[in-house]
């Protein structure tokens, strides 16, 4: 079905018993969040709060909390987009099949963007940021965001919807600094599309016009973060995707989606920033406060009955856990096809999206080599961590498969196949002072951190231990070892103070097991944690400790270690120190007196009992 607006898909939903109306008054100071993440757990419905408090507007979230959801919602336009993601790597396909491609090229006619189109619902009433459902996500969130809008810019030297950037960038509307009603905090990382407008902008002396869309049809919100490659307009994806054109205007020289539940227009000028967050974000941390550019607000518009759609991100899985899935579905293959030699890519979304990348490429040099070693698999990593977001990613597992039946889905099958084949004295590549993901504070500074590229190929060099060797259970100072993973043995110490202390702490380690190698032939890797008992209890458990609290330039030791010709390698296993650092942000960790609030809504004569 091609939905009109966000009412429409609801409605949709309802007919199939996947959405709920809450009909309680709900604060949006950290209930309607609580409930969401409660729903989205339980794999429960979509949600419709229909009794804002404080607002006289409705609310929406969980609306892609399934994949089964979102294929339903986009259920009859999906094939087509995949389809056509399809004929983009193939061409020739369309010209050997035209009849069979028609369908394609008519669904294609839907991209086009239909400029002042008669109907403009959003702007029936004009409103103020006050009269929105403030939402605070997260106890020590510094007040109200937006967490699924539509940021809409324009290039001032090539103006024009075709060249638009739509991205999802978060929005903070009350709280530190703002002044309500008249400015907002915008929030994105260094790299994208509207950094690169607002820097344009910069160099003309020019405030960047900013549009902010909330709601609409829901093939809009989804456009605003799909991958896509620069030049290609979000608009013409939203339209393929929804079946329909996206409808847009001008007014006062702002884009406006006219049919957008909400629009939000103002100005961006140049180096004029205020402190925003701190804000509860999809790593399971908080991003802490930095300043970010300012936007001083022009007008605010709703349609008539407008409801304001809404997620909460925190540790994953979470709702952007399903996003990630369907566009995994929608674009297929696409990125491997914009790397030569690369077959398949996971960001894996336990560790939080950016900090681990799983790949497996092909490696062809090999008729040149008088051994197995990763060559072109090298090659094949830069590249990766070169291109668009996966350039965020610290850590990066790459391997080759010659039977092809390996995939970096089954996640704990992929790592155990390259730790079975890495030579952990040739196999670890370092970049040092270079970007990592802005959310991310395990690094140096904001934005600064470092990156590894974990290479393996060939033939087994060792076998996985399925318990801790008892060289590794009476260690002096290092306790309650556990096995994580086949190969990887967690171990717990006392508490990071410094990174002079933790160096010194892992040489009394590599003291300790540097002369019990053959006892440590079939371990892997050593993690030490704050508590290992929790990173060991599960997979995703593992890789949320690991990846996220681990800068690899500064956390990385090895058993045996040792400079050979300025590359760094170990003789035993590899040791990464993940313990939560002194810089690091706070984990997010839900308010107790607000769930025991919420209870009400999942009790007898709740909304939401018997539901979840």
Not at 6 to 26: A, F, G, H, N, Y
Not at 307 to 332: C, K, N, Y
Request: aromatic fraction near 8%.
């Amino acid at each position: 079905m091609n939905y009109n607006s966000l009412e429409e898909c609801l409605k949709d939903l309802e007919s199939i018993d996947q959405l709920v109306r809450i009909t309680e008054e709900v604060d949006p100071h950290l209930e309607m969040a609580a409930i969401h993440l409660r729903v989205y757990e339980a794999g429960g419905p979509a949600l419709l709060f229909e009794n804002v408090k404080g607002s006289p507007y409705r609310a929406a979230s969980n609306i892609f909390g399934t994949l089964d959801r979102s294929r339903f919602i986009f259920r009859t336009t999906m094939s087509k987009v995949q389809q056509l993601v399809a004929l983009r790597d193939n061409p020739v396909q369309a010209l050997k099949s035209p009849f069979k491609n028609i369908s394609t090229g008519l669904a294609a006619m839907k991209a086009l963007p239909l400029r002042n189109p008669s109907a403009k619902p959003v702007m029936d009433n004009q409103i103020q940021i006050s009269d929105l459902p403030l939402i605070q996500h997260w106890p020590k969130d510094g007040g109200a965001f937006v967490t699924l809008p539509q940021v809409y810019s324009e290039d001032l030297n090539k103006p024009g919807a075709m060249n638009a950037n739509l991205g999802m960038y978060r929005i903070q509307l009350s709280g530190n600094d703002y002044q309500l009603n008249k400015e907002i905090g915008l929030h994105y990382q260094i790299h994208r599309g509207i950094g690169v407008h607002q820097s344009i902008a910069n160099a003309k002396g020019q405030p960047l016009k900013v549009s902010i869309f909330v709601g609409g049809p829901p093939a809009h919100t989804l456009a605003a973060v799909m991958p896509l490659p620069e030049g290609l307009s979000e608009l013409t994806f939203a339209g393929v995707l929804g079946g329909r054109r996206f409808r847009y205007t001008y007014e006062d020289g702002y884009c406006i989606s006219t049919d957008a539940d909400f629009v939000i227009t103002g100005d961006v000028y140049p180096g004029e920033t205020k402190p925003e967050g701190p804000f509860g974000d999809h790593l399971g941390y908080y991003s802490l406060t930095h300043p970010f550019p300012l936007m001083k607000v022009r007008k605010v518009y709703a349609r008539k009955n407008a409801i304001w759609p809404f997620t909460v991100v925190g540790r994953p899985p979470q709702e952007d856990t399903s996003f990630g899935a369907l566009i995994h579905e929608l674009t297929g293959k696409a990125i491997p096809k914009e790397i030569p030699g690369l077959q398949e890519v996971n960001a894996v979304d336990a560790a939080g999206v950016h900090p681990l990348l799983l790949a497996i490429g092909s490696e062809r040099y090999t008729p040149y080599q008088r051994t197995q070693q990763p060559a072109e698999l090298l090659t094949i990593a830069n590249r990766v961590l070169g291109t668009g977001q996966l350039s965020l990613a610290k850590f990066l597992f790459i391997t080759a498969d010659d039977t092809r039946q390996l995939t970096t889905h089954d996640i704990e099958a992929y790592i155990c196949y390259v730790l079975e084949r890495i030579q952990w004295q040739r196999d670890i590549h370092f970049y040092t002072h270079t970007t990592i993901d802005t959310l991310d504070y395990s690094g140096t500074g904001l934005n600064t951190g470092s990156k590894v590229v974990f290479a393996a190929y060939g033939e087994k060099v060792r076998n996985l231990c399925t318990e801790a060797p008892v060289a590794l259970k009476e260690l002096q100072g290092f306790v309650n070892a556990r096995v994580a993973l086949p190969g990887i043995v967690v171990l717990q110490t006392g508490a990071f103070a410094d990174y002079a202390t933790a160096a010194a702490e892992m040489e009394t380690l590599n003291a300790q097991l540097s002369s019990k190698m053959e006892e440590l032939k079939e371990v892997a890797m050593i993690v030490v944690a704050d508590d290992a008992g929790f990173t060991a209890e599960t997979l995703n458990n593992y890789l949320w400790v690991t990846y996220t609290r681990c800068n690899p330039s500064h956390d990385i030791y090895g058993i045996g270690s040792f400079y050979e010709h300025k590359h760094w390698g170990c003789k035993g296993p590899l040791v990464m120190d993940a313990r939560i650092k002194t810089h690091h942000a706070p984990p997010l960790i839900l308010d107790e007196a607000t769930e025991r609030k919420i209870d009400r809504i999942f009790k007898k004569g709740g909304s939401l009992y018997g539901r979840v």
